[in-house]
Structures are given as C-alpha cells and as structure tokens.
C-alpha cells in the first residue's frame, strides 16, 4: 500500500488539455509539510476504502451466484427471458404494429390474387376442354389413344386446379 502511495506522490509536471507542460514548478513544494502528510494520508484511507469496497463487491457477486444456482437460473435462462421480454417490448410498439397490419393485409390481398389467377387458368383450361371437344369433328380422331390420354390429362389438370 504505501509503495502505491508512494507512486501516486510523486510528482511530475502536469499536462494542459493541449498537451503543454503547465509547468516545471514542483507543486507539492507550494504544501506545507502538515498539509501533505494530511493529504499522505487521505490517500491511503481512501486507497484502504477502495480495496474494502471490492472485496465486499466480489463478495456480493459470489453471493449472486450462489442464489441463482439455487434456484436454478443460468446464462441460458437469463437469455431466454431477456430475449423474451425484448420481443414483447417489441411487439408492443406502433411501429411494429403499424408493420404487422400492413404486412397482413398485403398478404390477404396476395392470397386473393394468387386465387383469382388460380380461377382463371381453370375457366381457361376448362374453356379449352369446350373448345377441343367441339371443335373436332372426325370421330376417328376423337377417339383414338393419343388424344384421349390428351383429354384425360386436361381433365385431371382441371379438376386439380379446382381443389
């Protein structure tokens, strides 16, 4: 301890914000002699406090970690409730729920989108099955392998898209 005071006493010129040497004067000669074992010895009490004050703290930190283990809390809980409590912090804010409707109601107005092309393909393919059903007049052609294949698959793509 008193080597540290010792280290602390001494003195050196002290430095302006600048960097300037304020002055080569030795300031501790501007004390008188009571003054400086009265400050000697500030220093030490407080450097004696400082060390109590530590200790008492790690003990304290010790003591932390004790209760939580008890009660059976580590690093990972703690995350888990911090990142918890950070999500509905969130979700509790106007932006977030300015962001969730908006972003909802975007994809309700996908979902009707997507549907109402889904509904067009079908009437088209449905239109086609008119088309090539009517517009063959050959009997022969009508029924042979290929195009029967042809029309059951048209028909089964159809009934799939309505499903």
Do not use: C
């Not at 809980?77 to 409590?85: D, H, Y």
């Not at 972003?103 to 997507?114: E, V």
């Not at 092309?117 to 042979?144: E, L, Q």
């Amino acid at each position: 301890m008193e080597a540290q005071a010792q280290g602390l006493l001494e003195t050196e010129p002290l430095q302006g914000r600048d960097g300037d040497a304020i002055g080569s004067a030795d300031l501790s000669s501007m004390l008188s002699e009571e003054e400086k074992d009265e400050l000697k010895a500030e220093l030490v009490q407080l450097e004696e406090e400082i060390t109590t004050l530590r200790q008492v703290l790690s003990a304290k930190e010790r003591h932390l970690v004790e209760i939580k283990q008890k009660l059976g809390m580590n690093l990972m809980n703690e995350l888990k409730q911090n990142f918890s409590r950070s999500w509905h912090d969130m979700q509790t804010t106007t932006a977030y729920k300015k962001t969730h409707e908006t972003l909802s109601h975007a994809g309700q107005k996908a979902t009707a989108a997507f549907s109402n092309v889904g509904t067009a393909i079908s009437r088209k393919f449905g239109d086609m099955r008119y088309s090539i059903r009517h517009s063959i007049s050959m009997p022969a052609m009508r029924n042979s392998p290929t195009f029967k294949s042809f029309e059951e698959r048209v028909e089964t793509t159809v009934t799939s898209l309505k499903v």
